[in-house]
């Protein structure tokens, strides 16, 4: 796929294969129904109308779909949307298929797994190794499909296993600076920090809130999960509670979701590289199509502060990794 | 004991027995060692300094002992002191014990743990029953001796399950009033809400939080315990997940301590019943020495806020329950 | 009437009588004027566009309109609307009237009085008494009518009276639960404490806030009622203080309206009975309609909040009352 | 008095006249009584202890007696602390009486109600200018020697008035620079805006907060009393409202202590006149002391902030008005 | 031109010339492009739709054109809104310009800067002058032409010298109450606080933020160029430090912009006279348009408020100044 | 030196050289002056009381005084103190000077400096080497021994240049993890982004704030040397705009000092660094005196959070760096 979706400016056609991923019906001023729809391929989603709609293209045209859509990029009240001109299902002679079109991790699977398994191997401390290695196997499918969100940040398959990825190699740089933090500690921090998720979150595609997610939530859940793998290791001492401590306090304060602020320096910096690794997740995002000596688009967990690309530093530096 | 060290006003003479609840060392500006003792009777306590110190004395004068004290009470910045003219300590012809000096729930343990009892009992979902009567009978002994907290409200011995006792009263005065609350959910989480608390603090007397009190705090250890008791007694199904939800919600919002707002109808009434109570407890504390017509001391757990009583207001009304 | 316009579902079909509660005419792309009526019955109210009238429709419906309805819920952006295939305004052949379609407290204006008048004589205190007979004597007629807001909680015809009937009710239970409670003082400041709106609101349907509603507010409009008819009806020392500190405080904090916080153990029992009161009725109001199972729309005055029905409680369970 | 107390610096002697403001009785270290006494005079005021006092001293050195007193200024944790060398009462001889030592308003009592006589004058709207004049009647003795606060500004005799007659200069010359404002109902706000501080505070020396101050203060105080006047002078209209929300409005904001924020534009800027008046008040009397080049003391009513006196300022600049 | 824009109401007939201010390309449901322009004149502006546009017609009415109109004002989601009947550009026997369409201060450059320099001569201080002077010189022709923002206060031709105007000659009536005040550093502080402004912002028509603007802001912006002017006339000392602090201090805090907090008397005025007038402008703009006993539009940079004119303040008492 | 001060016990007894920090006169109760001095040496410094000293001791005992003292460390008020049983100041034959009993940065200015140097050469961009080489050029000397911060973290000789060296190591390991970011910016902004603690700050021994330090801030006075040093060296371009930019963004927000929000990503970026760096010293500085299993004393730029020495850390991994 040349440019994609995303990469589309005002004025712009679009001649190309897309997957729904949301259809919501309407009535419009006219009384007859239409269907807002989310286009997508990996380069990220814009919005189109389809008016007048049957109850044929409702059906049709219903999420999880991949259509051949034709059409010019236009705004709307200072957002993209798609003008759609013809748009129809596509068919098996088309030789297209969803994973085409899903935004995915730059790292495979079997890539992220083997980083995150030889940091594992890192771990000294044998108990913290051991449960960090019990609970990722527990998860592991899931661990390495799920994304890190529904929103904001690493919100693509494979995106909470490519964060965990990340995170590992800012830690382990971060070591070596800081000899008087704990590694083992750390690493079984950053492993197991959002794997919660995998419960949190309904999947890969689509993702939504569970109903344990919602009342629970991801770290009060990691946070049991590691007291009860201590228990079935027969693990005991201070490890499984520093642990829990670290996955309770990762979100820095209460307001934030933490129930207990960081008392324990990993747990301090564990916020801090979480922190850091999203936020450059997020500006690499929000500043990608954005042209030298232009603003991005309001980015809303940054405070909807707009970010700046300075005109003297060369495009293609954004394009790497 | 007549009338008790809290009651005591400036230039009142005080010669009883009382409790050392803690004993600190310094060194006065004479260059000798001195030691500030909390004396305490079932009232409550007053502040002392024993100037001029020998190391027996110091020995002799330690926290948990029974003394004979006499002197005179002194402001001291604002504050009442006790200004010591004798004391020693308590020998066996004194004929006094330790528990006479502490101060307890206005209920015994048999009489508590007969109404927690008789609400468990009418509880009629059999898995939300289980559970509580799973996890009351496990921390059965600490949970009937335990203050509810370091300070503020409820610090004394059962004062715990005195809490929860009052709370269940109140609880079932609300089900009667809104009967489109859900009274097995509301009891149950009544009952478990603070049990945490069983191994967030050190004990009855002089308690402090232990190690897991402040890395994981008793919120989150009562969530996990549900989880576990759940297992254990095979129990699946929404009870146990909701039952984690009103613990991990009742404090209300993330700034005091809760990483979930509470998101079911029993879980936002379990908050207000818990601030009703110990509220209603505090200001009868603060109240309780004022004499109509006169403002209490500031209570630093309601915003630091003083109250009035008011002089039409006889004052026997304060002494009841 | 059967279901109720409130409890249909995107697709149910429409027929019934309905009353226009607001109509605001609007012009569309078109160029041709519409009409954007608020259609209710007992059970709630539902958003439908009337497009393309003549001037003669935008007189006949107009708000307080009586109208017999055909159409189709459909969902406009996430909220339920009526998509209209046909009205007309009803005539005396239809027997209907406005009174039928209004909702009101489920206890009828004598029976609150009555139970308000029983509250009344149980106050002791003469002073108190006669302070609180005078005023709800004055405003009777009002008080028995008038909505307790304008929209969140109680906002119904004798919404008001119906609150501070629940109110008392609580109150009672409290006074028995914590006897060191002041229960005159308790009673007179919750018939007071909202009695104010019967000036700041304009009245049962369609309330709107009045010039002095705005300017003065109901809290200070009934402070200064105490205060002139303890002079009125020659009553001195500290009750009408107390009373008008009750209402004063009764917001809990400057942030939420109130000029002083409660200083007086009644005063803070009273801001957390009126708090308990509306949201559980606000909570029986948004969970009403809910499947178990299923979450409730978000709550505005309850921060948003989405509220959870949990599957095991029985669905009978939230009709009672 | 040529110097004053508060002008003296660390190291200087004093030899003067003074009144004790307030005496505190202690118990030293030794075991003897001391006393903490606040001497002042019109320059301000200085702590100094009394050591080993006798009972008789303690009856001789109470708050309101005039006193000799030798000794030296020296610095006690970074605050001037009178060192006593000797003291004495002072007798008859000594032609000195306690309002030479009493901090006043720089105009006189008849200066200041001729000034604001002469503003009640120049109202046009007749209500307003009845209703201002007969609550300024009502409360003429104690509006003239009332403080404007316990602390902050204008703690001093007549403050209240003073305040208000500056504040009256300075909406005069608003009014000229914007014409658009309404001077009537300004004028008539200015005036009565903290007249509630007669019934607020305990009177003119050493002053405190009122019962009535406390649970409702003097916003709420004034917006009755101005209801009321109304009342008594048969007049209706918008006039008293308007009055009232001025009153109710004027700290600007809940957290502030207002129930509603201004809503009329008189409002508004009689809120930023209170503040500009009260914050000149406080500077000037922060900076008086500070030498051109140095920092003030911080100021506990402006966020704690210390003011620094720009050295080419010359020193007489601050010691006119 | 008679009655102006901003002076209709809803079903007032429009028959006029405008400048579109904005004009914005959208689709409608029909699949037609369609312009949203805001027309103005001296009173204000209004929007309006030119539904089914031509190719030709989007270069016609683009932003800056001068067109004559004719429809009526409509009420649309509670705004107001010009239905337009027939629209054209202006040609030139229309004899109309841009500059009789665009709103601007009430008083000529002329006058303005006549009046500036009038309180630069009256700066006693020489260095303090000549900082001033260099300053205003070195920005003349933007100073007198320069908004002060882009919407809020004084969002026309000449707003910022005209603030500046204002404020200096309130500044001079604060001096004359409240002598101690250093007139010499306030009025240098009135006339510079703000220059940075046409730095910041693009322009007199049409504002818009500058990169520098984004990224520095004015009140950087101007203390760095005081720095430099101190630099190239060879000023030493402390004043040139003392004014550098009053432009970075006038925001008052952080949270406003401010990277310091006022620490000198002249900088908390400044901050206040800033704010008076800026509300001053901004209640007269909002209060302009209404009748007495009704309510303005919310005034969004005054917390949203809404403001009452009373009944009793004669009309054209608004229109003064 | 082999234990020093700071790790020293109650109990413990002391004899040592150390150097007076600061001294200060204070009155006993028993009428005589005392000195209170903070005695120091490499491992930090302790509290300690000269009784009754003479006008030759306040003279002698003066700070940065060198002496020879003897005690005996133990508890006031929760803080250690040195009781003195001997003090004399050092002279010749104790062969001890200054420079020994100042706590520095682990390297040497001249390992400092070269590092610094070699990631100034590493900026390819020749406009931001320029600028960022001038202004390190300019303030060497004083950059080279500056503490960054008057208390909190990196307070110590050196300190400021020691932060700037370990975030440009943290800003190397990130700009290799995230390639995307701009090195060229992210080094120079770590360079200069304290550098204007030169001039707000006093100096490297007992610091203290200037007046432009307080009254301006290192922020803009940094911000402003960029502008200069830009227009010195005839630079053009956004370069120095992105700079000032950096500088004032790094404190993250407004309530932080900062007067803009980063809203370029390597300002963002730096902010975090900034962030880390610093808690990473605070905690190594608060964890090194405690023992595994304890709990460290309160961190005053850290929310006054304690942190707890995890028991299966092994001590000297403390030690390292």
């Not at 306090?249 to 979480?274: F, R, T």
């Not at 199509?289 to 967990?301: L, M, N």
Request: glycine share 6%; proline share 4%.
């Amino acid at each position: 796929m040349e440019q994609g979706i995303r990469k589309k400016q005002v004025g712009d056609r679009v001649e190309q294969y897309a997957l729904i991923r949301s259809s919501v019906r309407g009535i419009a001023s006219n009384n007859k129904p239409f269907l807002t729809v989310m286009l997508s391929d990996k380069s990220g989603e814009i919005e189109a109308k389809l008016w007048g709609v049957t109850p044929e293209d409702e059906v049709q045209y219903q999420a999880r779909t991949l259509v051949y859509v034709q059409g010019e990029v236009v705004d709307f009240k200072g957002r993209l949307q798609l003008k759609v001109r013809s748009i129809r299902p596509s068919n098996e002679h088309d030789h297209v298929q969803v994973a085409d079109f899903v935004k995915s991790a730059p790292l495979t699977q079997e890539e992220l797994l083997a980083n995150i398994h030889a940091y594992i191997f890192a771990i000294e401390n044998s108990k913290l190794q051991r449960i960090t290695r019990h609970l990722v196997k527990k998860h592991q499918e899931a661990f390495l499909t799920s994304p890190a969100a529904t929103k904001n940040h690493h919100e693509f398959l494979s995106g909470l296993a490519y964060h965990v990825n990340c995170m590992l190699d800012l830690g382990d740089a971060l070591v070596k600076l800081y000899p008087h933090v704990n590694a083992d500690l750390l690493y079984a921090g950053i492993i197991l920090h959002d794997l919660g998720k995998v419960r949190e979150l309904s999947g890969p595609i689509d993702t939504a809130y569970t109903l344990e997610g919602k009342l629970i939530g991801h770290i009060s859940l990691m946070a049991t999960e590691i007291d009860k793998a201590a228990e079935e290791l027969g693990i005991e001492g201070e490890e499984p509670l520093m642990l829990q401590h670290l996955i309770l306090s990762h979100h820095g304060k209460g307001e934030w979701g933490s129930p207990k602020a960081p008392q324990v320096k990993e747990a301090e910096l564990l916020h801090y590289i979480d922190n850091v690794d999203a936020r450059m997740e997020m500006l690499k995002e929000a500043l990608g199509p954005v042209s030298p000596g232009q603003f991005s688009e309001r980015v809303q967990a940054m405070e909807f502060r707009q970010f700046y690309k300075p005109s003297f530093i060369p495009e293609d530096n954004e394009d790497d990794s």
